[in-house]
């Protein structure tokens, strides 16, 4: 190489924002054995998730749990998990809990300069979108969401030209693409305040359909939307529920919005899965409650509300089970997944996010 092209190549590497990696460093991997000293540290840890898992496989688990740990204080970073993490990721390594809004907004008040997300895509996208200058991983990019799939940036710009001055809100599942043509973004726990903040008569809410029909049952405002469906969700039927309940009429059942609108009008109560979890947590022990949303949430909800009984028909989210305990212990070590987002698209999509999170709707 002629020393004119090694400085252009210099110059060019200049230019371009350093990588994750290249900015915090890399660490040796540490040994993953179950010692004494990683029994003591975890043996705590353990009490929150041994309903969940059993004490002969808990020294496989234990190792992931210390070093990520120990490595995440020493790389001064935070883990965010989403309430359909699994139990040893939930309750054993997660630093903030909550559902898609409460991620957004602890996600504009963390200190630290790393941020582990562990939940779907568009999840770390929304906390990169709002910590543009941190380092925000997520432990595998494959993470995605049928929702998210389901809508393009195309797709928001050919409905505002089909419906001029209706204004758009797109759930936060979405891609920050999709959030940069629309005026706010919602989330479960918020979609019917964020659509009713408008004052036209008619607002689109898309792209999920189910939660458009929903929040349509709530408001007074026409609602249009979009075919897209949540994969987890959209499994549960009417039939099933009815046939529950009549072997139990005690039964409690709440449900996630995003369940097809006969569904949910059988429900007792629906919401987020933080107001799920806030429900179970205020019900009798004794009280039987029927969870119609993603298994782990069922495993992470005992450990709030002991003394109730579960019945689980749960259906599993493949894109939530992508995050591992080993997955996590590799983007610290190594700094990966990172998250990037193209910045003319992040500034538009950050305004929508923004609305939504400084909307006081609850
Ligand atoms: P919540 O905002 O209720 O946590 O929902 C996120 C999600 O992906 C549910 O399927
Ligand atoms: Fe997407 Fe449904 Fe999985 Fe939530 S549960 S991340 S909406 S596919």
Same mark, same amino acid.
């Given at each position: 190489?002629?020393?004119?092209?090694e400085?252009?190549?210099?110059?060019?590497?200049?230019?371009?924002p350093?990588?994750?990696?290249e900015?915090?460093?890399?660490?040796?991997?540490?040994?993953?054995?179950?010692?004494?000293?990683?029994?003591r540290?975890?043996?705590?840890l /353990?009490e929150?998730?041994?309903?969940?898992?059993?004490?002969?496989?808990?020294?496989?688990?234990?190792?992931y749990? /210390?070093?990520?740990?120990?490595?995440?204080?020493?790389r001064?970073?935070v883990?965010?998990?989403?309430? /359909?993490?699994?139990?040893?990721?939930?309750?054993?390594?997660?630093d903030?809990r909550?559902d898609?809004?409460?991620? +957004?907004?602890?996600?504009?008040?963390?200190?630290e #300069?790393?941020?582990?997300?562990?939940?779907?895509?568009?999840?770390? #996208?929304?906390? =990169?979108?709002?910590?543009?200058d =941190?380092?925000?991983?997520?432990?595998?990019? &494959?993470?995605?969401?049928?929702l998210?799939?389901?809508?393009?940036?195309?797709?928001v710009?050919?409905?505002?030209?089909?419906?001029?001055?209706?204004?758009?809100?797109t759930?936060?599942?979405?891609?920050? #693409?999709?959030? $940069?043509?629309?005026?706010?973004?919602?989330?479960?726990s918020?979609?019917?305040?964020v659509?009713?903040?408008?004052?036209?008569?008619?607002?689109?809410?898309i792209?999920?359909?189910?939660? +458009?029909?929903?929040v349509?049952?709530?408001t007074s405002?026409?609602i249009?939307?979009?075919?897209?469906?949540?994969?987890?969700?959209?499994? !549960?039927t009417?039939?099933e529920?009815?046939?529950?309940?009549?072997?139990?009429?005690?039964?409690?059942?709440?449900?996630?919005?995003?369940?097809p609108?006969?569904?949910?009008?059988?429900?007792?109560?629906?919401?987020?899965t933080?107001?799920?979890?806030? !429900?179970a &947590?205020r019900?009798q022990?004794?009280?039987?409650?029927?969870l119609?949303?993603?298994?782990?949430?069922?495993?992470?909800?005992?450990?709030? +509300?002991k003394?109730?009984?579960f019945?689980?028909?749960?259906?599993?989210?493949?894109h939530m089970k992508r995050?591992?305990?080993?997955?996590?212990?590799?983007?610290?070590?190594?700094?990966?997944?990172?998250?990037?987002?193209?910045?003319a698209? $992040?500034?538009?999509?950050?305004?929508?996010?923004?609305?939504?999170?400084?909307?006081?709707?609850?």
């Amino acid at each position: 190489m002629s020393t004119q092209t090694e400085t252009a190549a210099g110059a060019a590497r200049k230019r371009r924002p350093l990588t994750a990696a290249e900015k915090h460093g890399v660490l040796a991997m540490p040994p993953l054995d179950y010692t004494k000293e990683v029994a003591r540290q975890t043996a705590a840890l /353990y009490e929150k998730v041994a309903h969940h898992i059993p004490a002969i496989e808990w020294p496989v688990h234990a190792p992931y749990v /210390y070093w990520i740990n120990r490595l995440k204080k020493e790389r001064g970073a935070v883990i965010l998990a989403h309430n /359909y993490q699994t139990p040893e990721i939930f309750h054993c390594v997660a630093d903030i809990r909550g559902d898609s809004l409460q991620l +957004a907004r602890e996600a504009t008040l963390v200190d630290e #300069e790393i941020i582990v997300q562990c939940g779907v895509h568009f999840m770390a #996208e929304t906390s =990169k979108l709002l910590n543009p200058d =941190k380092t925000v991983l997520i432990p595998d990019l &494959r993470a995605g969401c049928s929702l998210a799939e389901s809508i393009t940036g195309a797709d928001v710009r050919l409905l505002r030209e089909r419906y001029p001055g209706v204004p758009i809100v797109t759930y936060v599942n979405t891609s920050a #693409e999709v959030k $940069a043509e629309s005026d706010i973004c919602c989330t479960s726990s918020n979609a019917v305040r964020v659509v009713e903040s408008f004052d036209s008569d008619t607002v689109l809410l898309i792209p999920d359909e189910f939660l +458009a029909q929903n929040v349509a049952r709530q408001t007074s405002k026409k609602i249009l939307t979009w075919k897209g469906h949540c994969e987890v969700h959209e499994r !549960f039927t009417a039939e099933e529920l009815l046939a529950y309940r009549e072997a139990d009429p005690g039964l409690q059942i709440i449900a996630h919005p995003e369940c097809p609108p006969d569904v949910v009008k059988i429900a007792d109560y629906t919401g987020s899965t933080s107001g799920m979890i806030e !429900f179970a &947590r205020r019900r009798q022990p004794g009280a039987r409650v029927l969870l119609v949303t993603e298994c782990s949430m069922a495993s992470n909800i005992e450990q709030e +509300a002991k003394g109730v009984r579960f019945i689980k028909p749960c259906n599993l989210c493949p894109h939530m089970k992508r995050i591992t305990l080993p997955k996590i212990l590799d983007s610290l070590i190594y700094m990966r997944e990172e998250v990037v987002v193209d910045p003319a698209v $992040a500034e538009r999509a950050r305004r929508a996010v923004e609305r939504m999170v400084n909307l006081k709707t609850n």
